[in-house]
């Protein structure tokens, strides 16, 4: 509790004193006046300080946020514990000690039932108004801390994803150079086909290095004429396949995928007329495949592990569809996930705004889902009562506020499991679940 709260309570003390002493006191003295507030005292920082660290105390150990039904129930438990004990011990205090109008024994006679009852109906209403505010408090912390985390991981794969993107540039520049430096020795003829189809590969390169992913056509024709080029240099050392599913022209994966696996299947094996590589790209449920035997060769220099990486790393950043390696005795097979379509054109269009516009709308409609409950739980705390004392005054032969008070508070009942995510909310997340499992 701190100095606001101890300060509310006064004011708390006071005003329910002045009330007491004007309406419901018959000698106006200024000693009677003390009474009523050294018991208004007694009531208010009673049972203001017990629900306030019995909040405090649960609030610490049990999260809002993540054990939102572990701390409903405990502080259900907790309140009603502590404030049943706290209003015996009250009103022992008040007509035993402090007044001396009663005994031990009479505090659990019928002669005090009703002042217990509506004392024990407003020290739930003081202990509803705790905890609303303490889950108000720690949802908008979470939020915060959401909508900072969400940033935090966008601009980290924004940042993750250009350097990978970056990469293809010198990369495939290198190996090309590479590739038209042996053909220059070799065959200068075929040198200059291959500068000239470099150059029109180059510029896909320039044109999708940029994009999250394009279309598998786009790609295709990208690896038809990557295979020409190499055909150029291995001739009849190298056989290229292709065999696609039309319905997989239109979706999405990575750019420049089967460009980097094609350079993998050159770099890492030997090929000649006698033994020719024989590559297949093809599509495989939802995967598109590139497929090679095994003529395995020793390399001269460390490989730089820019290319399969590179693929598997941009997958992980765009998608939950992992990329599949299978190596046998004979064969050497990589399958990339086939995207139906994209979920966003940019990175960017991820981060922070709709991250935190998401996680707003999100806390807004929680609050007001809590909003209306603990209003709906202080209206009964408060009119309740107000039709037992009707009761009581009009009518004390027939008892007829049962009704009213069973009626509503089953309807209270069920309205705190609906927000409190035992109700409709249950529904919803094991319909999740089962779909999730689906998948």
């Not at 915060?144 to 935090?152: C, P, R, Y």
């Not at 050497?332 to 379509?341: A, D, G, H, R």
Request: proline content about 2%; some cysteine.
């Amino acid at each position: 509790m701190n100095k606001k709260s101890l300060i509310t309570l006064s004011w708390i003390t006071l005003g329910s004193s002045i009330f007491f002493f004007t309406f419901f006191s018959n000698e106006k003295t200024l000693e009677n006046f003390g009474y009523n507030l050294l018991i208004s005292a007694m009531y208010a920082f009673g049972l203001g300080l017990s629900n306030g660290y019995v909040n405090d105390f649960l609030n610490k150990k049990l999260s809002w946020a993540d054990q939102t039904r572990l701390r409903t129930i405990t502080g259900i438990i907790a309140t009603l514990i502590v404030n049943f004990i706290m209003v015996y011990l009250c009103t022992y205090l008040n007509y035993v000690v402090i007044q001396k109008v009663a005994t031990a024994e009479d505090i659990f006679s019928k002669k005090y039932t009703f002042s217990i009852w509506f004392m024990i109906n407003f020290a739930l209403m003081i202990s509803a108004f705790l905890h609303a505010k303490g889950f108000m408090e720690e949802l908008k912390k979470t939020s915060k801390k959401e909508v900072v985390e969400q940033k935090l991981i966008a601009k980290s794969a924004n940042a993750q994803f250009e350097s990978l993107k970056n990469q293809l540039d010198p990369h495939f520049l290198f190996n090309s150079l590479n590739v038209l430096t042996a053909l220059i020795d070799e065959n200068p003829e075929q040198a200059q086909k291959f500068t000239t189809s470099m150059s029109k590969i180059y510029r896909y390169v320039l044109e999708q290095k940029d994009k999250e992913m394009v279309k598998v056509e786009d790609e295709i024709e990208f690896a038809k004429i990557y295979c020409n080029l190499l055909k150029t240099r291995f001739e009849d050392s190298v056989n290229f396949t292709l065999d696609i599913n039309p319905d997989d022209l239109q979706k999405q994966v990575v750019p420049l995928s089967l460009q980097l696996l094609l350079e993998n299947c050159i770099k890492h094996n030997f090929a000649t007329s006698s033994k020719p590589l024989n590559v297949r790209i093809f599509t495989e449920g939802k995967f598109l495949c590139i497929e090679n035997n095994l003529q395995v060769r020793e390399l001269l220099t460390e490989s730089a592990g820019i290319g399969l990486a590179n693929i598997v790393q941009r997958y992980a950043l765009l998608t939950k569809d992992n990329v599949y390696i299978e190596k046998s005795e004979e064969n050497f097979k990589v399958k990339i996930p086939i995207l139906i379509e994209k979920n966003s054109q940019k990175m960017t269009t991820y981060t922070s705004q709709t991250t935190e516009n998401a996680a707003y709308e999100k806390a807004v409609k929680r609050v007001k889902e809590l909003k209306g409950f603990y209003g709906n739980l202080i209206s009964y705390c408060i009119i309740i009562p107000f039709l037992v004392i009707l009761n009581l005054i009009t009518s004390p032969r027939e008892i007829w506020f049962y009704w009213p008070m069973l009626g509503w508070g089953i309807g209270l009942l069920a309205h705190g499991m609906n927000v409190f995510a035992i109700g409709k909310n249950w529904e919803e997340k094991k319909i999740q679940e089962i779909m999730n499992n689906q998948k």
